[in-house]
Nanobody
Framework: QVQLVESGGGLVQAGASLRLSCAAS????????MGWFRQAPGKERAFVAG????????YYADSVKGRFTISRDNAKNTVYLQMNSLKPEDTAIYYC?????????????????WGQGTQVTVSS
């Protein structure tokens, strides 16, 4: 079955960087649009970034544009989220998501599979 396993979360100070990884198995990775969502305490899960099957198209939520970069390595079945200039408001559980389609991955209803999430905490 499809499994998405995130790693790389942690506790950092404002201004620091983190790189999240999501290792996928049980699927033909290059056939899936991939993305990241996050859920802060008391808030709904929200889109962060998405990437097309070959990594050509990338798109971001306005709140992270210019600070976060999504990438993928189809040879390693892995998608990454490089997070720079982290802010306390970036504190959330970050979830990897997969969509078996060429279409963008921007909303919760687009997601076919979820990872279990990794906690990112940014202190001020």
């Amino acid at each position: 079955q499809v499994q998405l396993v995130e790693s790389g979360g942690g506790l950092v100070q404002a201004g620091a960087s983190l790189r999240l990884s999501c290792a996928a198995s049980g699927l033909t990775f290059s056939m899936y649009t991939m993305g990241w969502f996050r859920q802060a305490p008391g808030k709904e899960r929200a889109f962060v970034a998405g990437i097309s099957r070959l990594g050509i198209s990338k798109y971001y939520a306005d709140s992270v544009k210019g600070r976060f970069t999504i990438s993928r390595d189809n040879a390693k079945n892995t998608v990454y989220l490089q997070m720079n200039s982290l802010k306390p408001e970036d504190t959330a559980i970050y979830y990897c998501a997969a969509r078996p389609s060429t279409s963008d991955l921007r909303s919760l209803t687009d997601v076919g599979w979820w990872g279990q999430g990794t906690q990112v905490t940014v202190s001020s």
